[in-house]
């Protein structure tokens, strides 16, 4: 997933995905442990996109706290 397409998720989107990925990546965890899994670079890839998604999270909750104390009380 690109990082594009992450910014046009809204917040409540990106915690969504949050759990898909982290489930998804278990799930192909447990693939690549019992050897049914082809693609061997699936759960780096699944990682990846993780971090995204929360590093464009961690963005969003600086910019509210910014703008609460800027914008006072």
Do not use: H, N, Y
Not at 35 to 63: C, N
């Amino acid at each position: 997933m690109k990082i594009e397409k992450v910014r046009e998720l809204g917040e409540g989107e990106l915690r969504d995905k949050v759990s898909d990925l982290a489930e998804e990546i278990f799930r192909t965890r447990l693939q690549k442990e019992t050897g049914q899994l082809d693609q061997m670079g699936k759960v780096r890839e699944l990682r990846r996109d993780l971090a995204r998604v929360k590093t464009v999270l961690r963005q969003l909750e600086i910019e509210k706290s910014r703008g609460q104390a800027v914008g006072g009380p």
